[in-house]
């Protein structure tokens, strides 16, 4: 069970860079040291100590990055989700645009 527990943890984290970098909102390379530290988890368990240090810093870094591109992230909404308004050609979010129209 640990092993299957150990793999499932790596699937996560795989997918978890892969909604990082299709975010838009995200830095793109955070998720790579993150989902490299969880997918490196179970060899790591055969190497060295230094190795095993090396390993936790490199998961480290992935969290603390991921974390960081959390809080300084720019738009909740992507560009390709607004609409321009036909009166002023301002950008206008899809809601407010179904207000004016109704």
Not at 39 to 66: D, E, K, N, S
Not at 84 to 97: C, F, N, T, V, Y
């Amino acid at each position: 069970m640990f092993v299957v527990g150990l793999l499932l943890l790596a699937v996560g984290a795989v997918l978890v860079a892969i909604a990082v970098w299709r975010s838009g909102t995200l830095s793109r390379w955070s998720g790579i040291p993150f989902a490299l530290g969880f997918v490196l988890y179970m060899p790591q368990f055969f190497g060295t100590q230094p190795i095993r240090v090396a390993h936790g810093l490199l998961v480290a870094l992935g969290c603390i990055w991921v974390a960081v591109s959390l809080v300084t992230g720019q738009s909740p909404r992507p560009p390709l989700l607004r609409r321009q308004s036909p009166e002023s050609g301002k950008h206008m979010a899809d809601k407010d645009a179904h207000q004016i129209s109704v």
